[in-house]
């Protein structure tokens, strides 16, 4: 029933206005309540909306992240509540972390270091590399993370986010740094299907 809901919000925030797209979705759902985000102050959670060198998925990339920098909290009850009794370790940790941590700035995107995880994606996907060292590719970041496998917005989030079994939160702890921007590429991996860079700066 989670995986519905997710998936009727994706369908219907891309086809509806942002001003109802949320509103519908908690009716159809029956149980989740997305009205908050209605606020004029969460708009900018949107950096990258005029970005035409991104895909609409690398776009969500930072309207999500966006949303869980902007209030962690809220992030946590609308989007993870499902994970707030759960017996994993990696899971319930990180609903409790959003629901006690401040605020992290916005991440706006940054053409450079776009560049940068383009270029990573898109060399790892050919080789089917796993990792973050570089073959012929500049590393320009302060910050990365990798996800495979996936290619919708929202899973590569939270599952960065979750970090399972990275006993270092290492990419949690990138996701919820104090970071300003950020460069996004999400491409076709030779083993995973999908592979998406994130760097920060």
């Known amino acids: ?60 990339v930072y309207y ?16 993870l509540g499902y994970l707030k009794n759960s017996k994993d370790y990696y899971e319930s940790s990180l609903y409790e972390e959003l629901q006690r941590i401040k605020p992290r700035p916005i991440l706006k995107p940054n053409r450079r270091l776009f560049e940068s995880a383009q ?37 590569i989030v939270t599952s960065l986010l979750i970090d399972k079994s990275v006993t270092s939160l290492g990419h949690r702890k990138t996701c919820l740094g104090y970071f300003t921007e950020m460069g996004v590429s999400i491409q076709p991996h030779k083993s995973y299907g999908k592979n998406a860079v994130l760097d920060f700066e």
């Open 1 to 60: 029933m989670r995986c519905l809901n997710v998936l009727i919000f994706i369908l219907l925030y891309e086809l509806l206005p942002t001003n109802v797209a949320s509103q519908d979705v908690a009716y159809l759902s029956g149980k989740l309540d997305y009205s908050e985000w209605n606020d004029f102050d969460y708009r900018g959670a949107n950096s990258a909306q005029n970005e035409d060198y991104l895909t609409g998925e690398e776009k969500k």
């Open 64 to 79: 999500y992240l966006n949303l869980a920098r902007m209030n962690p909290k809220l992030f946590a009850d609308t989007y």
């Open 119 to 155: 270029c990573h994606a898109i060399e790892s996907g050919e080789r089917g590399f796993v990792g973050h060292e570089r073959f012929r590719c500049e590393e320009y970041f302060m910050g990365e993370c990798i996800h495979y496998g996936q290619s919708d917005a929202l899973e």
